[in-house]
């Protein structure tokens, strides 16, 4: 009994250690959970908190302006962050050097605004030190567009277009999104010139200007923004000053707006009269058609037109009853030229087909090129653009120029060939004057003024137009201001010498090549007229002028120390590009060629395989010659020898094609080039080589950030600008090109009538 009584403590205690032990297991259990929620209920809190003071922050927005702006400015904000944002972003540090003597009240206030906001990290503050640019990684390679957004100026304006839904926790604050500034602001951007030794210049004309997109408060105007980025700089404060040893230079600033003078300028005068009389030509060759139609038919008019309608065809009919007009109002027939464009027909025996596909492939090689030279102007990474001009596999794209020597043999061929063809005009030649001859000479130059004149006038005004446009609302510091030269120099292009003056200086420079073809021309023809009385004399002429030319373009090399890298190309392009004494050469072959075939100089009867062979080598040379320039750093004598003999062959391999497919010899790629397909886009080649330029000018110029060089995304870059191209040239050609080749067209006829009577 004794031992049972004893026993029962035991137990009672290892019991109560049991209960303990559960206890206290379960009371921690109950401590994490209740730690857990308390943690959540934390979160919850911090998060309605942020929430809470977005929302202070969003209301904030409703002061009104005058409030904020009389705002006393001794309130001081402090931030760790102040001499980093000194030093780093050029609109905190204008912010810093604005003050009341160099700067309106009003636009100190507001400066003053924006720098409490940044140090304050208010929304609005925030959009506006993120819209603003600072300096982006690869200076040392071309990065000078450090442009910031001008999306996210604008969104400091207005709140974004974005819907979000409220079903989910954000960290984010919701006022970079709905808050708007206290006042205007406008998205601004500052040209600086730099000095730094750390980039890479190229010396292709605008690469040292770096682009800073600034949003400042609109009350600022562009010149105290100026007058306080020049403080700035001279200060010392700019970081990447004592980085890269930019020595920055302010140049000027751009606001972006186009100015009231756009609408005063006579460029826009003279296009909007060409529109309006065009239209009004198509609208009385349209009426015109109707009316024959009507007159021509049995059936019983509808009853009238509307009542607008019906005034304005009695407009035009009043305008149609002069006789002499209704003669020359069907050539802007839109239907029947629309007709004329995509016309596709059986090549004749008297034409030459592979010329409708060489002018075609060769327009959208050459439309190619200006894709990627135009490319460089808005490119961060110049150097890379460079770098693949001179790879091998490239040199197709960067010897894209020389292409521009098919069209001068081309047009060399045609001109002999149709001359000496057409024995009516020889004998009329022959028994002429010198007075007749020289009114025959002035027809001549009338209807190749007449066929090429209108529409090359009219792309000039609109590249005047265009660029005076872009010079104001583009982002991009526009080095060739045409509107300038354009408005100075006009007259040069109306006499198509602009090729005789420098380079740089040319309005519209890629028509340089325009101007040699109508020099040429005269040139030319003024031979023909000499050589049907006085043959040997213009043999010995065009063989003097064949040898001087080489001379010529050997003595201006080696004075000028010749080079064939691209900075010296263009450093020369007056001497040596543009020249018409160095780019006759391939005219005087084609025209050489084009005799050699009328005279029957040379008769080449060969087998079929040897035809095939010489056909397969002018090709290969035709590739060698374009490829020759992959080796680059050469000496003016090995540089000037390899242009000068380069364009030699290349022009005579051209000259082979289009002998021998004037005698319906070819191969199987000679048939592709022949293929009724090219008609058409031959048609528009003239257009195509005047406004791909432009087009692409235009539409570089508007984007609102820096290219990057990128082989995949310039080719769908290049394909998207061909569409764009083709449809631009089918319209000016249909308005400006076509009606006036009708024009010449019915004014030979009437002229050769009364002769064949």
Not at 256 to 285: D, P
Not at 291 to 306: I, N
Not at 337 to 363: D, H, Q, Y
Not at 546 to 563: H, P
Request: hydrophobic share 45%; with cysteine; glycine share 4%.
């Amino acid at each position: 009994m004794e031992i049972r009584r004893t026993s029962r403590p035991y137990l009672w205690v290892f019991l109560m250690l049991l209960g303990l032990w559960l206890g206290s297991v379960l009371a921690k259990g109950a401590s994490n959970q209740t730690t857990s929620q308390t943690w959540q209920h934390q979160q919850q809190q911090q998060q309605q908190q942020q929430r809470y003071q977005s929302q202070l922050l969003n209301e904030s927005q409703s002061v009104p302006e005058e409030l904020e702006i009389l705002e006393t400015t001794s309130a001081i904000v402090s931030s760790p962050h102040e001499t980093h944002l000194t030093r780093t972003s050029v609109i905190f540090g204008l912010t810093k050097v604005a003050n009341e003597s160099s700067v309106s009240q009003k636009c100190h206030a507001q400066l003053r605004q924006v720098q409490r906001g940044i140090l304050g990290k208010q929304p609005w503050a925030m959009k506006v030190l993120d819209a603003s640019g600072t300096k982006p990684s690869g200076f040392v390679y071309g990065q000078n567009y450090w442009l910031g957004s001008r999306e996210a100026c604008r969104g400091v304006q207005r709140p974004v277009g974005i819907t979000l839904s409220k079903n989910f926790d954000r960290v984010m604050h919701y006022g970079i999104i709905t808050q708007k500034a206290p006042f205007d602001m406008d998205y601004r951007v500052l040209y600086l010139r730099h000095s730094s030794p750390w980039q890479v210049e190229i010396k292709l004309m605008s690469e040292q200007i770096i682009h800073i997109g600034l949003c400042l408060p609109s009350a600022c105007s562009s010149e105290e923004v100026k007058s306080l980025a020049q403080d700035y700089v001279a200060g010392g404060t700019f970081a990447e000053n004592e980085i890269f040893d930019i020595r920055p230079e302010v140049v000027y600033m751009k606001d972006l707006q186009l100015k009231e003078q756009f609408f005063e300028r006579a460029s826009f005068r003279l296009l909007v009269a060409c529109v309006l009389a065009t239209g009004v030509l198509m609208l009385c060759a349209q009426q015109l058609t109707a009316t024959k139609k009507l007159e021509s038919s049995t059936e019983e008019p509808e009853p009238g037109l509307a009542p607008a309608e019906s005034e304005l065809w009695r407009g035009l009919n009043s305008l149609l009853q002069l006789e002499r007009l209704q003669k020359f109002i069907p050539c802007w027939d839109v239907p029947a030229n629309w007709a004329k464009i995509f016309a596709v027909r059986e090549n004749s025996p008297n034409e030459i087909p592979l010329m409708n596909g060489l002018r075609s492939v060769c327009a959208i090689w050459i439309m190619v090129f200006h894709v990627v030279w135009f490319m460089y102007f808005t490119v961060h990474n110049k150097t890379v653009l460079i770098s693949y001009a001179e790879q091998a596999f490239f040199q197709y794209v960067s010897s894209a120029p020389l292409l521009v020597d098919v069209f001068f043999t081309i047009s060399g061929f045609l001109q002999t060939f149709n001359f000496l063809r057409n024995s009516q005009q020889l004998e009329t030649v022959r028994r002429n004057s010198l007075s007749e001859n020289v009114k025959l000479f002035g027809k001549l130059l009338f209807h190749r003024y007449l066929r090429l004149g209108p529409l090359y006038l009219v792309v000039m005004a609109t590249v005047d137009l265009v660029y005076a446009y872009i010079g104001d609302v583009s982002v991009y510091h526009i080095n060739e201001r045409f509107d300038e030269m354009c408005s100075k120099h006009w007259w040069r292009n109306l006499l198509f010498i602009q090729n005789l003056f420098d380079h740089r200086d040319m309005c519209a420079n890629w028509s340089w090549s325009l101007a040699c073809e109508m020099q040429f021309f005269i040139l030319a023809n003024a031979l023909l007229f000499l050589y049907v009385k006085y043959p040997k004399v213009v043999k010995a002429l065009v063989a003097s002028s064949f040898v001087a030319t080489i001379a010529w373009s050997y003595s201006i090399g080696l004075s000028i120390k010749f080079q064939l890298s691209f900075d010296a190309a263009f450093a020369t392009g007056t001497e040596i590009y543009t020249s018409p004494f160095v780019r006759v050469l391939p005219y005087i072959l084609g025209a050489a060629t084009a005799w050699l075939f009328l005279e029957n100089r040379v008769q080449l009867e060969i087998s079929e395989s040897k035809e095939r062979f010489c056909w397969h080598l002018a090709l290969l040379v035709f590739f060698a010659c374009i490829y020759s320039t992959v080796k680059r750093d050469l000496g003016p004598l090995m540089a000037i020898t390899l242009f000068v003999m380069g364009r030699l062959f290349f022009s005579l391999s051209v000259c082979w094609m289009i002998a021998r497919s004037c005698s319906g010899r070819g191969v199987w790629w000679s048939r592709l080039l022949e293929a009724k397909g090219f008609q058409h886009v031959s048609r528009l080649s003239y257009a195509i080589y005047l406004l791909n330029p432009l087009v692409i000018a235009l539409f570089y110029s508007l984007t609102n950030a820096s290219t990057h060089a990128d082989p995949f995304m310039l080719c769908v870059v290049t394909c998207g600008f061909a569409v764009i191209v083709y449809l631009a040239s089918i319209l000016f050609s249909l308005a400006f090109e076509l009606p006036f080749s009708n024009l010449s067209s019915l004014l030979n006829r009437r002229q050769s009538r009364p002769k064949s009577a």
